[in-house]
Nanobody, 113 residues
Framework: QVQLVESGGGLVQAGGSLRLSCAAS????????MGWYRQAPGKQREWVAS???????TYADSVKGRFTISRDNAKNTVYLQMNGLKPEDTAIYYC???????WGQGTQVTVSS
């Protein structure tokens, strides 16, 4: 059974940093494309960043230059380092594995102005 468990969310002031983690189990982690999405109140879930099995990364324009996605295949974990946080980054952040698709339960990130 595949499980994705996010952690690292919290409350931070604008300009601050957080690092999210997503620990995967029951999956061939190193072979999978992994990514992060977020959903703000009243808005649709949106893609934030993704990383391939060979660690090629892509980012949404809204976070490019501020967020960094990385992975540690030995720990079956994908990370999202978030710097220069803005109030508009406030959302629930979800970890996703592609093919087959699995989602984590989400972790809340709140950025105060």
């Amino acid at each position: 059974q595949v499980q994705l468990v996010e952690s690292g969310g919290g409350l931070v002031q604008a300009g601050g940093s957080l690092r999210l983690s997503c620990a995967a189990s029951g999956t061939m982690f190193s072979s999978n494309v992994m990514g992060w999405y977020r959903q703000a109140p009243g808005k649709q879930r949106e893609w934030v960043a993704s990383i391939t099995s060979d660690s090629t990364t892509t980012y949404a324009d809204s976070v490019k230059g501020r967020f960094t996605i990385s992975r540690d295949n030995a720990k079956n974990t994908v990370y999202l380092q978030m710097n220069g946080l803005k109030p508009e980054d406030t959302a629930i952040y979800y970890c996703r594995q592609w093919r087959p698709d699995y989602w984590g339960q989400g972790t809340q990130v709140t950025v105060s102005s």
